[in-house]
């Protein structure tokens, strides 16, 4: 059944009005002008096919026939107040479903999320391994975290300027090799890969969790998101063959509007986005 196109904004005008009896303490009610109250029963009027109010020495009087729908209508205000409340509390649940790339919540995300989750006792988590671009029409996610050159249609915030740097592990030395040594990824840049077309990487792997996990081994260098090296490097499995270079990828914390203005969005990404 099809539904009646309800006029909310010129009943909204209605019900101040009736309760004040008075456009100009509506008007003050709803921040907006006496004479657009007055347009708003007008409109109402014309569009209901009766007179809302009549104008008496003593001021504005109801009309029956709006003293007839007048409950209901006040009736139907606290079920979308109780509709707006319970969808209001859906939104800011108590879980946050995240979706980010594996080596990314190994080697970061995993430490901070410890940190916040102290914080945020009452929050529960739901991680979702990110391969690829991220959909959320498809997924109920909350958030997304993706190595990326902006937050594309979504709105954002970069977690670290976006570096590039080759580690490898502190022992290793790419002299005593005569192969290949570089190790591969699919997020590898360009510029770091072998010039010769015809020449097979040393090592390719998954992500560049594992190319550092293989560089920290000593089975050769690897191009990586510095933010994603950070923790090796501070504890010395891998340490720096070639200084980091800029780069216009870096982690982009990603989620549509309404997603993001969620509180528990906003906490996540305030406290992800600190020093």
Known sequence: MKRTLLPLNGLRVFDAAARHLSFTRAADELAVTPAAVGQQIRALEDLLGVILFRRTPKGLELTDEALMGLDALRGGFLQFEEAVRAIQAGQSSYRLTIAAPRDFTEKWLHAKLADFAKANPEIRYNLVDLDGDVDFTEANLDIAIMLAEGPGDHEGMALA???????????????????????????????????????????????????????????????????????????????????????????????????????????????????
């Open 161 to 275: 300027e976006g570096e590039f740097v080759c580690v490898c592990a502190p022992n290793f030395d790419a002299h005593d090799n005569q192969k290949n040594t570089q190790i591969v990824w699919p997020g590898c840049p360009r510029e770091e890969r072998s010039q010769k077309q015809e020449e097979e990487p040393y090592l390719q792997v998954g992500d560049a969790g594992l190319a550092i996990e293989m560089a920290a081994a000593g089975l050769g260098y690897a191009s990586v998101p510095l933010l994603l090296a950070q923790q090796d490097l501070s504890a010395g499995r891998v340490i720096v063959h070639k200084a980091a270079r800029p780069s216009r990828r870096s982690y982009w914390m990603v989620a549509p509007l309404p997603q993001w203005r969620q509180k528990k969005v906003k906490a996540l990404v305030a406290a992800l986005s600190a020093e």
